[in-house]
């Protein structure tokens, strides 16, 4: 073991349980994985002594020096491509692209180098990388800060792609996925950064690539994730008032999909719907519902539907509330069923 790893603090124990916001769970998590391993860097715009713009890197450069996390150049293709060079020789890079729709740039050493290494190798080269991408909107972001590119990462085969809706899941998520040999694509729902929970840190939750059955139900399956999973529960809360019972799945890995979980409520319940932020054509939604589809055939009532945003670029702040998917926007979409063939 180095000296860097021999002077590096340890984890801190667990503590009794206290309100933990998910940006401190993933803060949490980057120093405990720092602590434990020296060959965790961290780097991004601004994560340095700012802490990054959600302030999920606060403190971390201070406690660990600029030599295991600091500010890289505008340029996401450049803090990409040299998390590859630094994966291949043995380093566990972890880069922030700050805003979803910032990494563009950098899709063509993703797609072309991170998504395919272990395979162009045989297997020779790993690049155990984590790619934090904060995703999605309803904060009052504008154009460029307020996508949902989660199906351009799952059409990529190679690419790990994960999304956490808690700060349980976000803490161990994350520990995960910096442990992982592979590269992961970790997307954090930014309206979900300040979101709280009563937790005692450090946590394991289930395996990154399992759905979690959030709440149980016996007439209709909500498949959700990231920042939707609150619009499924508060559509749950909201159906049972009328004797609707709905259960809830918070998918967590969107590649590779957890189909068991899956099938197993929609053939309980007999519908189903998935519901995310992205457009609707074309979006992620359009596989879960195929592939829900194609196992589920002869236990499926209705058409699995999708609840999703509008097929336009992300609008202004003062119009997202209208394009975002609501529980409201949820009930009516399953109020089009023909509840007579229950």
């Known amino acids: 073991m180095s000296a860097l790893a021999e002077a590096a603090p340890a984890p801190e124990a667990s503590t ?6 998910m940006a ?15 060959r965790v860097v961290v780097y991004g715009e601004d994560v340095g002594p700012l802490g990054g713009v959600f302030r999920v890197t606060d403190g971390l450069q201070a406690e660990f020096g600029d030599e295991r996390i600091w500010d890289s150049p505008l340029a996401e293709s450049g803090i990409v491509g040299t998390a590859v060079g630094m994966a291949m020789y043995g380093l ?13 740039p950098a899709f063509e050493q993703i797609v072309s180098h991170v998504a395919k290494m272990r395979n ?11 790619i934090r991408i904060p995703c999605a909107g309803a904060i009052g972001g504008v154009e460029h800060h307020s996508d949902s590119s989660e199906a351009y990462w799952t059409a990529t085969p190679g690419l790990t792609v994960v999304t956490p809706s808690n700060p349980a899941d976000a803490y161990s998520m994350l520990r995960e996925a910096i442990s992982s040999d592979d590269p992961v694509v970790f997307m954090e729902p930014k309206s979900r950064y300040w979101a709280k929970a009563e937790l005692a840190l450090p946590v394991t939750t289930a395996p990154m690539d399992r759905a979690l059955v959030l709440r149980e139900g016996t007439d209709v399956t909500l498949l959700a994730y990231g920042p939707t999973v609150k619009t499924a529960l508060d559509a749950a809360d909201a159906a049972a008032s009328e004797d609707l019972s709905i259960e809830v799945i918070d998918l967590r890995s969107l590649s590779p999909f957890d189909d068991e979980t899956v099938s197993a ?14 457009a609707q054509f074309g979006g992620y939604g359009a596989e879960v519902a195929a592939r829900v589809t194609e196992r589920n055939f002869h236990w499926l009532a209705e058409p699995v539907l999708r609840v999703a945003g509008f097929d336009i670029p992300y609008p202004s702040p003062k119009l997202e509330s209208f394009h975002l ?7 009516h979409a399953l109020a089009g069923w023909n509840w007579d063939l229950a």
């Open 325 to 331: 998917p609501t529980a409201d926007r949820v009930l």
């Open 16 to 21: 009794a349980p206290g309100p933990v916001t």
């Open 92 to 104: 566990r890079p972890v880069v922030e692209m700050q805003f979803d729709a910032f990494s563009y």
């Open 265 to 278: 409520s929609v053939r309980k319940t007999s519908r189903a719907a998935v519901i995310h932020e992205a």
């Open 120 to 130: 162009r190798t045989k297997g020779r080269l790993q690049l155990p990388m984590v």
């Open 24 to 38: 401190a769970a993933l803060n949490r998590a980057l120093r405990d994985a720092m602590a434990e391993d020296d």
